[in-house]
Nanobody, 119 residues
Framework: QVQLVESGGGLGQAGGSLRLSCAAS????????MAWFRQAPGKERDLVAG????????YYAISVKGRFTIYRDNAKQTEYLQMNSQKPEDTAVYYC????????????WGQGTQGHGSS
C-alpha cells in the first residue's frame, strides 16, 4: 500500500504564496507522485497540475498556469506544488495523486490539505 502525506496548507492572502508537499512511502515500487488535484466547496475535483510520465514535462490547468509550479524530488519520493500569486478562487482542498506505473491511472490519493487564497 502506498501512503501519501500532504503538508504545507494554510492561510494565504491574495497575492501570497504557499508550497504544498506530498511525501510517498510504503510500497511505492517504481511509481511516483504525478499530479495535484483540488476540490473547492460545491465544485467537482479538478486537475491542477501534473507531470508527464513519458518525458517529465509539466502541465497545468488554465486557471493556475503561470502562477503554480509542480516539481518532484524523485529520490525522496516527494512532490511539491508551489502556489504563487494566490487568488480567492484557489481556496480548496488539494490532493496529491500517485501513479504506480506508466499505464495505470491515478492509483493512490492523499487525504488532502487545505489551501487558502482569500482576498
Amino acid at each position: 500500500q502506498v501512503q501519501l502525506v500532504e503538508s504545507g496548507g494554510g492561510l494565504g492572502q491574495a497575492g501570497g504564496s504557499l508550497r504544498l508537499s506530498c511525501a510517498a512511502s510504503g510500497r511505492t515500487l517504481s511509481g511516483y507522485p504525478m499530479a495535484w488535484f483540488r476540490q473547492a466547496p460545491g465544485k467537482e475535483r479538478d486537475l491542477v497540475a501534473g507531470i508527464n510520465w513519458n518525458d517529465g514535462s509539466t502541465y497545468y490547468a488554465i486557471s493556475v498556469k503561470g502562477r503554480f509550479t509542480i516539481y518532484r524530488d524523485n529520490a525522496k519520493q516527494t512532490e511539491y506544488l508551489q502556489m504563487n500569486s494566490q487568488k480567492p478562487e484557489d481556496t480548496a482542498v488539494y490532493y496529491c495523486a500517485f501513479k504506480r506505473r506508466r499505464y495505470s491511472g491515478y492509483d493512490d490519493w492523499g487525504q488532502g490539505t487545505q489551501g487558502h487564497g482569500s482576498s
